[in-house]
């Protein structure tokens, strides 16, 4: 048992794959275990599941900045990113950078028989890449390393060469105070750093390009009065943003409400800071370069079987060995990683 930023966790010592799924808070489990019981009684009704849609969408908006209109809700980053992938006009050029998550680069390579196409370049080239292109989609923070772009820049050169961004914040938002509210597109799944169940994901779009994309996955919970549009045609979707709801995951959306509803009265600021200075603590004990996020990624892929052994709940990704550090992380944690890694001198850390 962890108590950390106000909320119990049972998450067990050196737990250090948040990048990969997050634990959740106590109460967000027990949210869970509730209505699980109550539907193996046959005590629920659907129509009690589309509050804590809204209250997840709220809770979304709210963590990366944007009016909660502009949200859509979603079970996966990759469905939502495909459905702005599908709109872009045909023959746009996408910059993406090496290495980048396929959930989203893959949705926009397979437009590739419309002309759109994808150019791949290494990180610290995608700021002077942009004017060469139409779309920027890029994960705020990398999934395999922990790599960080910082917004403002991207907007910069965003903004004067008139190119569209798609923010995945999936590895950002949760630790990362955000404002997102300039860039076209933010996706977000839920099941890392926001702490719920995997099946829920949101995707935040600005009005003027609210019309580019077909909601092809269109369905009776994106139509304008969703317990009443079940039969039929005429098509009748709602307007904005909810035209581009899935029919939801209820279970995932009640954790999610739950999780994010809390996350948006924590201090995310202390919450950043708490999380670098584990992952700095720990680069420091090792003398591998600071982190620029929770995500610490280390030349010791050889080095996981022996930390599994050790109680160390981590992952390998792009050949490297990842660390990730949430708020319910202590020093603890550290202590366990570096006695574990100390013990194998084999491996080189860097």
């Known amino acids: 048992m962890r108590e950390a930023f106000g909320a119990s966790f049972g998450v067990d010592p050196g737990y250090l794959n948040t990048a990969g799924i997050g634990v959740p808070p106590d109460f967000v489990a027990d949210s869970l275990h509730e209505v699980i019981t109550r539907w193996s009684e046959g005590r629920i009704a659907a129509t009690e599941f589309d509050e804590p849609v809204a209250r997840a969408k709220e809770g979304f908006a709210d963590l990366v900045g944007v009016p909660s209109d502009r949200v859509s809700a979603g079970s996966s980053v990759s469905q939502l990113v495909g459905t702005v992938a599908a709109g872009v006009p045909a023959g746009s050029s996408v910059l993406v950078v090496e290495r980048e998550f396929t959930s989203v680069t893959f949705p926009f390579a397979v437009q590739r028989d419309r002309g759109v196409r994808v150019t791949e370049v290494p990180p610290n080239r995608l700021l002077e890449a942009v004017p060469e292109h139409d779309v920027v989609a890029v994960s705020l923070v990398q999934s395999a390393d922990g790599r960080v772009f910082r917004p403002e820049e991207l907007r910069a050169a965003a903004e004067q060469h008139g190119v569209r961004v798609l923010l995945d914040v ?181």
């Open 170 to 350: 999936s590895q950002a938002a949760g630790w990362m105070p955000l404002e997102l509210e300039w860039a076209e597109w933010i996706v977000g799944c839920g099941y890392k750093w926001l702490m719920t169940p995997r099946g829920a994901a949101w995707l935040a779009t600005r009005p003027e390009v609210l019309d580019l994309p077909r909601a092809h996955g269109a369905n009776w919970y994106a139509g304008q009065d969703p317990r009443n549009n079940l039969y039929g045609l005429p098509l009748r979707l709602a307007d904005g943003a909810g035209a581009f709801d899935a029919s939801p995951d209820w279970f995932a959306q009640v954790g999610a409400a739950a999780a994010l509803g809390w996350l948006t009265t924590v201090d995310l600021a202390s919450v950043r800071e708490h999380c670098l200075e584990l992952a700095g603590a720990l680069c420091a004990e090792l003398e591998a370069p600071p982190p620029e996020s929770p995500i610490v990624s280390l030349d010791a892929a050889d080095a996981v079987a022996e930390l599994r052994a050790a109680g160390v709940r981590c992952t390998a990704r792009d050949g490297r060995l990842r660390l990730a550090f949430h708020l319910y992380n202590t020093e603890a944690d550290v202590r366990l990683v570096s006695d574990a890694l100390r013990r194998n001198p084999s491996a080189p850390l860097r």
